[in-house]
């Protein structure tokens, strides 16, 4: 097979096919191109094109995040690989396996006035759970231990906990010779495995009262049938409260936070059991953290001890479904308790944004959901969604960048519809993500229009200033329909025409009243 005759290169390639990667999301420089040749004539990837490379990683997220699997990020030296960091940063606190490949130039040429060379080695190490330089050589000797270079950073992104990784490749001129050539032979995967003992909790559950009070809190999740299973027998038999977000993919829980509602007027738990995610809302991690002599056990592998509510007490490095399911056979009912938090915390009839966007849920049953930051993860905390949905929101660093990016590149990789509800200012921000190609007919989108960042007029940081309007309101000048008719998206103002929409990705228009968002504080 001709491809790039560079070893390192091929050694990238053959390791990446080794470790699941099939995808990978590349954008066009010259220094990438022995990479992007490279894994496009070895057959065995899936390539897509995207020229922005902060809207490329964010599609990458969300084709990682729908398929469950490792996917490759490709892009040139300079500044490209700095706009990656945003998404990696994403992943990173999601736990979502990124793999970044960025092009480099040799390392002689870093500081010498070369163009579009900066000091790119390393420079993610705060996003990523690990990264290498890997050097253009070609010797037996440097192949190995650019094997086993390459086999420990794809590992880290891989593995128990899984997250985003960098390769800086090294490459000289010149930049595409072709030959007839192979995977080097030090090409191998080097398996590490980390076998986890069986564990019976027993000096967990010894230090627990059958008699407590426990309150479990889940936010950001994969979906997990039997954590579900067990965590509804809980709250069903009156174990526990559980507060489970839309973000959890946990169904059928409290996940509402009705503005008004005191927490201070809740009986306070002897026991929160935290699962997944940060958390949106901020009232009950405040109010947790205001209350004195209870007990936080973390559950779930970490890399360092999260004190979320000052109260941690056991972090448990184990499946959350097999703790809970140790917890259910020794916990007694403590029905008043969960009666009563069970009462306060019940759904306030959906008017308004609610119920237009609840709507929406309904009329697509089979669809996955998206949410940006701001408002709209927000307002997704009042809605029933169908028990097989995923609900998915970039909660890992809960920034706006790359929203919309995320939900088009989950919807590339799922089979199944997806809709994306984003606010304006949201959707302004990542512009790039209409001008992707191959944006799926199945891809709708929802911009509420509440003219510009709506949360800083509910919040009580900024909402009393006289700068609120000018500077973080900000209104963004974002012609909608223009852009829906440029990029081939159809454009409604509609649900029901909306809803209906075939053969193409189509945007909903949604106004909504500035101030809105003062409903969900």
Same mark, same amino acid.
């Given at each position: 097979?001709?491809?790039?005759?560079?070893?390192?290169?091929?050694?990238?390639?053959?390791?990446?096919?080794?470790?699941?990667?099939?995808?990978?999301?590349?954008?066009? *420089?010259?220094?990438?191109?022995?990479?992007?040749?490279?894994?496009?004539?070895?057959?065995?990837?899936?390539?897509?094109?995207?020229?922005?490379?902060?809207?490329?990683?964010?599609?990458?997220?969300?084709?990682?995040?729908?398929?469950?699997?490792?996917?490759?990020?490709?892009?040139?030296?300079?500044?490209?690989?700095?706009?990656?960091?945003?998404?990696?940063?994403?992943?990173? !606190?999601?736990?979502?396996?990124?793999?970044?490949?960025?092009?480099?130039?040799?390392?002689?040429?870093?500081?010498?006035?070369?163009?579009?060379?900066?000091?790119?080695?390393?420079?993610?190490?705060?996003?990523?759970?690990?990264?290498?330089?890997?050097?253009?050589?070609?010797?037996?000797?440097?192949?190995?231990?650019?094997?086993?270079?390459?086999?420990?950073?794809?590992?880290?992104?891989?593995?128990?906990?899984?997250?985003?990784?960098?390769?800086?490749?090294?490459?000289?001129?010149?930049?595409?010779?072709?030959?007839?050539?192979?995977?080097?032979?030090?090409?191998?995967?080097?398996?590490?495995?980390?076998?986890?003992? *069986?564990?019976?909790?027993?000096?967990?559950?010894?230090?627990?009262?059958?008699?407590?009070?426990?309150?479990?809190?889940?936010?950001?999740?994969?979906?997990?049938?039997?954590?579900?299973?067990?965590?509804?027998?809980?709250?069903?038999?009156?174990?526990?409260?559980?507060?489970?977000?839309?973000?959890?993919?946990?169904? *059928?829980?409290?996940?509402?936070?009705?503005?008004?509602?005191?927490?201070?007027?809740?009986?306070?738990?002897?026991?929160?059991?935290?699962?997944?995610?940060?958390?949106?809302?901020?009232?009950?991690?405040?109010?947790?953290?205001?209350?004195?002599?209870?007990?936080?056990?973390?559950? *779930?592998?970490?890399?360092?001890?999260?004190?979320?509510?000052?109260?941690?007490?056991?972090?448990?490095?184990?499946?959350?479904?097999?703790?809970?399911?140790?917890?259910?056979?020794?916990?007694?009912?403590?029905?008043?308790?969960?009666?009563?938090?069970?009462?306060?915390?019940?759904?306030?009839?959906?008017?308004?944004?609610?119920?237009?966007?609840?709507?929406?849920?309904?009329?697509?049953?089979?669809?996955?959901?998206?949410?940006?930051?701001?408002?709209?993860?927000? !307002?997704?905390?009042?809605?029933?969604?169908?028990?097989?949905?995923?609900?998915?929101?970039?909660?890992?660093?809960?920034?706006?960048?790359?929203?919309?990016?995320?939900?088009?590149?989950?919807?590339?990789?799922?089979?199944?519809?997806?809709?994306?509800?984003?606010?304006?200012?949201?959707?302004?921000?990542?512009?790039?993500?209409?001008?992707?190609?191959?944006?799926?007919?199945?891809?709708?989108?929802?911009?509420?229009?509440?003219?510009?960042?709506?949360?800083?007029?509910?919040?009580?940081?900024?909402?009393?200033?006289?700068?609120?309007?000018?500077?973080?309101?900000?209104?963004?000048?974002?012609?909608?329909?223009?852009?829906?008719?440029?990029?081939?998206?159809? !454009?409604?103002?509609?649900?029901?025409?909306?809803?209906?929409?075939?053969?193409?990705?189509?945007?909903?228009?949604?106004?909504?009243?500035?101030?809105?968002?003062?409903?969900?504080?």
């Amino acid at each position: 097979m001709e491809s790039i005759d560079k070893p390192t290169v091929q050694l990238l390639a053959g390791l990446l096919k080794a470790y699941g990667v099939r995808r990978a999301v590349v954008s066009p *420089g010259s220094r990438c191109a022995p990479v992007t040749v490279a894994l496009s004539r070895s057959g065995d990837f899936a390539l897509q094109t995207v020229i922005d490379e902060r809207s490329a990683a964010f599609v990458g997220l969300g084709m990682a995040l729908a398929t469950g699997e490792p996917v490759a990020l490709v892009c040139t030296s300079g500044t490209a690989p700095l706009n990656y960091a945003p998404a990696l940063a994403e992943a990173y !606190y999601r736990r979502v396996p990124l793999i970044a490949v960025t092009a480099d130039r040799p390392a002689d040429l870093v500081d010498q006035r070369d163009s579009q060379t900066i000091r790119q080695a390393h420079a993610l190490d705060a996003v990523v759970r690990h990264s290498v330089d890997i050097a253009d050589e070609r010797s037996p000797r440097y192949l190995r231990l650019a094997n086993r270079l390459m086999n420990e950073v794809i590992a880290a992104a891989v593995g128990r906990i899984p997250g985003p990784v960098h390769i800086n490749m090294q490459l000289d001129a010149p930049l595409t010779p072709l030959a007839e050539v192979t995977v080097p032979a030090e090409c191998r995967r080097i398996f590490a495995e980390t076998p986890v003992a *069986g564990y019976d909790f027993a000096a967990v559950l010894a230090g627990i009262e059958p008699s407590a009070r426990v309150l479990v809190v889940a936010g950001d999740l994969a979906p997990d049938p039997c954590l579900n299973d067990v965590l509804h027998r809980l709250a069903r038999d009156g174990k526990a409260v559980v507060f489970a977000e839309a973000q959890s993919n946990l169904r *059928g829980f409290i996940s509402d936070f009705p503005k008004g509602l005191s927490f201070d007027t809740r009986e306070k738990p002897d026991i929160v059991v935290s699962i997944g995610g940060s958390l949106v809302s901020g009232r009950l991690k405040a109010w947790l953290r205001r209350q004195h002599g209870i007990r936080h056990i973390s559950v *779930g592998a970490d890399d360092c001890l999260v004190d979320t509510f000052f109260a941690l007490d056991t972090a448990l490095d184990c499946e959350p479904a097999a703790f809970f399911e140790a917890l259910d056979g020794h916990l007694a009912p403590q029905t008043a308790f969960v009666a009563a938090w069970r009462q306060a915390l019940a759904a306030a009839p959906r008017t308004g944004v609610a119920a237009e966007l609840q709507r929406l849920v309904d009329a697509m049953p089979g669809a996955d959901f998206h949410f940006s930051n701001g408002s709209s993860v927000r !307002y997704a905390q009042l809605l029933d969604f169908p028990a097989a949905a995923r609900v998915e929101c970039n909660r890992g660093v809960s920034g706006i960048d790359g929203s919309t990016s995320t939900a088009i590149g989950y919807a590339m990789a799922s089979e199944r519809p997806v809709l994306f509800v984003s606010g304006d200012m949201s959707a302004s921000y990542d512009l790039a993500a209409f001008a992707l190609r191959g944006v799926p007919d199945s891809f709708k989108m929802v911009v509420l229009d509440n003219g510009g960042g709506d949360i800083f007029r509910a919040v009580g940081t900024t909402r009393d200033l006289a700068e609120c309007e000018s500077f973080f309101v900000a209104p963004p000048r974002f012609p909608l329909e223009a852009l829906a008719a440029a990029y081939g998206f159809a !454009y409604y103002t509609e649900i029901d025409t909306f809803v209906k929409h075939t053969g193409s990705p189509a945007v909903l228009h949604l106004k909504v009243a500035a101030g809105d968002a003062k409903k969900l504080f």
